[in-house]
C-alpha cells in the first residue's frame, strides 16, 4: 500500500507536500519513514519537488526519530494543549496518565537538536476557560502555535459533544490571546488563526485552507487507500474511491469529487454580499455539513461567530494606527 500511495501521489502532482498524521504518527517507527523515504527517491520523477510534515505528540522521539526529521527536514507540528493541568485534561495515554511530561522531553529532544517546530493547542470545553494560562505557557516557551477549536459540527454524534465548544466561545478565546499578543509586541511570535484573520484584513495572503477559501489544497489518504477531500470527513459519505482499485488522478477529476468541491462555490456565492467575504471566504466547509446540507451558511453559529470575530481584530488593528487604506475595505 505504502508504495502504491507513494507512486499515485507523485504522479499526480509536480509538488507534493505529504503530512503524517494520526491518531499518532510516530507509533509507525521512525524505520518506516526510512523506507517512504527510500521508495520515494525510487519514484520520485527528476527535479519533482517533495516535502514531509509530521504532526506528533512527540512523546515517541528517540535519537533515531530526532536524526531522520533532522537530516530529512521535516516540519513538525507538536500537539500540546498548554501548561500541565490544562493539556493533561484530554490528553490521556493508555496507561491513564496524562501526556504532558513525555511531550516535554520531546520538545527538550527537539530543542537540543536544533530543530524547530510550530505547535497545535486543542481549545476544548475546559481550556476555553484558561486564554491567559495558554499564551503565556506558550509564550514562555516560546512555541507559536494554532489553536483549533474542539467544536461540534452539524453531522457529529452528541457522545462527542462533551469536550466541544460553541464557535462563539472560540472567537472569545482568540480575542483574548490577541490582545495579550500585541500587548507583547513580538513579531517573532505567532498564533494561528489570528495571524490568518490579520493578514486578510490587511489585504495579504493567508496561509489556512478555510481562509484561502480552497478546499482543493488537500487530500487525505486512509492507510487502507480510501481517498477523502480532507481529514475533516473522514466517513463514507465523503470517499471518494480507493487507490486500490482507481488511480489518484482518475479520482482527483471525478465527477463526485469535483461536486463536492463546487458545493464551496455555491456557498460562496451566497456569502458574496458579506463584508467580510475577502476574508472569511466562506469557512470551513464542514461547518456546512458538507457541500449540501445547509443552503445559506449565514444560518450557523460559525458565521456569526466569524462575523463578531473579524470585526472586533479589524477594530484592534486600527487601533495599532493601521490606515484605512491598509485594512480592506471591511
Ligand atoms: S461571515 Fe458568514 S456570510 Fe460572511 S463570508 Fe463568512 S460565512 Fe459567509
Ligand atoms: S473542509 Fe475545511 S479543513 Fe477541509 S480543506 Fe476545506 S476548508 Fe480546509
Known amino acids: 500500500m505504502l508504495k502504491l500511495v507513494l507512486s499515485e501521489c507523485l504522479q499526480a502532482a509536480s509538488f507534493v507536500r505529504f503530512i503524517w498524521h494520526g491518531g499518532e504518527p510516530t507509533i509507525a517507527g521512525a524505520e518506516y519513514y526510512r523506507k517512504i523515504l527510500a521508495i520515494e527517491d525510487k519514484v520520485r520523477r527528476d527535479g519533482q519537488k517533495v516535502t514531509h510534515s509530521i504532526q506528533t505528540n512527540a512523546t515517541l522521539l528517540n535519537p533515531q526519530w530526532i536524526d531522520l526529521l533532522k537530516s530529512k527536514r521535516f516540519s513538525i507540528g507538536v500537539s500540546i494543549d498548554g501548561p500541565e493541568y490544562l493539556h493533561n485534561f484530554a490528553r490521556i495515554n493508555a496507561n491513564g496518565r496524562g501526556s504532558f511530561r513525555e511531550v516535554q522531553k520531546g520538545i527538550v529532544l527537539f530543542r537540543n537538536a536544533g530543530i524547530k517546530f510550530g505547535s497545535i493547542a486543542v481549545v476544548n470545553s475546559y481550556t476555553v476557560n484558561f486564554p491567559e494560562e495558554i499564551f503565556w505557557f506558550m509564550y514562555n516557551q516560546k512555541i507559536s502555535f494554532s489553536a483549533n477549536a474542539c467544536v461540534a459540527y452539524p453531522s457529529d454524534p452528541e457522545e462527542v459533544r462533551q469536550l466541544t465548544i460553541s464557535p462563539m466561545q472560540f472567537s472569545n478565546f482568540l480575542l483574548r490571546l490577541l490582545d495579550l499578543w500585541l500587548k507583547t509586541d513580538d513579531p517573532t511570535f505567532n498564533i494561528k488563526p489570528l ?7 490587511l489585504g495579504r495572503q493567508p496561509s489556512l485552507c478555510r481562509y484561502r477559501g480552497q478546499c482543493q489544497m488537500y487530500l487525505t489518504i486512509d492507510s487502507n487507500g480510501d481517498v477523502y477531500p480532507c481529514d475533516e470527513y473522514l466517513n463514507q459519505n465523503y470517499n471518494f474511491g480507493n487507490l486500490r482499485q482507481t488511480p489518484l488522478k482518475k479520482i482527483v477529476q471525478s465527477t463526485n469529487l469535483n461536486e463536492y468541491y463546487a458545493g464551496r462555490t455555491i456557498m460562496q456565492t451566497v456569502c458574496q ?13 464542514r461547518e456546512w455539513g458538507g457541500s449540501k446540507s445547509i443552503t445559506d451558511p449565514r444560518e450557523t453559529e460559525f458565521c456569526k461567530a466569524r462575523q463578531f470575530l473579524f470585526e472586533e481584530v479589524r477594530d484592534r488593528i486600527q487601533l495599532l494606527g493601521y490606515s484605512k487604506k491598509e485594512i480592506l475595505n471591511v
Open 195 to 201: 495571524d490568518d484573520i490579520i493578514k486578510g484584513i
Open 273 to 285: 454580499n458579506c463584508q467580510w467575504f475577502n476574508i472569511c471566504k466562506g469557512g470551513c466547509m
